[in-house]
């Protein structure tokens, strides 16, 4: 298991952009596989997105064209870029990496988790 810090969170209004980070101290990002889901209140946790290496990305339906997850070896960061924002997309956004490097969408492919980070977004 790795260390995962997230940052970025915040409240915006519909229609605009966030970009989520994580980053793994210490340890090169490029050792995992990584992916990010989310929470919604009363809601399971649900996967929105993977990578592995620095290419091979895939994403939930809900999430295609508008958000966009990217690796950035030389800042041992991973990224989530949140475009054109919905109040449905209201969730504590969670960071994962697997040095199994099985990942997937299902959680049992993740065996390391950052603390989550707050999304809200007003209409």
């Known amino acids: 298991q790795v260390q995962l810090v997230e940052s970025g969170g915040g409240s915006v209004q519909a229609g605009r952009s966030l970009r989520l980070s994580c980053q793994t101290p210490g340890l090169s990002i490029g050792f995992y596989c990584m992916g990010y889901f989310r929470q919604a209140p009363g809601k399971e946790r649900e996967w929105v997105a993977e990578i592995k290496g620095n290419k091979f990305d895939s994403y939930a339906d809900?999430?295609?064209?508008?958000f966009t997850i990217s690796k950035d070896n030389g800042n041992n960061s991973l990224y989530l870029q949140m475009n054109n924002l919905k109040p449905e997309d209201t969730a504590i956004y969670y960071c994962a990496a697997d040095t199994r490097w099985r990942c997937g969408m299902d959680r049992s492919g993740y065996n390391s988790w950052g603390q989550g980070i707050q999304v809200t977004v007003s209409s």
């Open positions: 809900s999430f295609k064209g508008r």
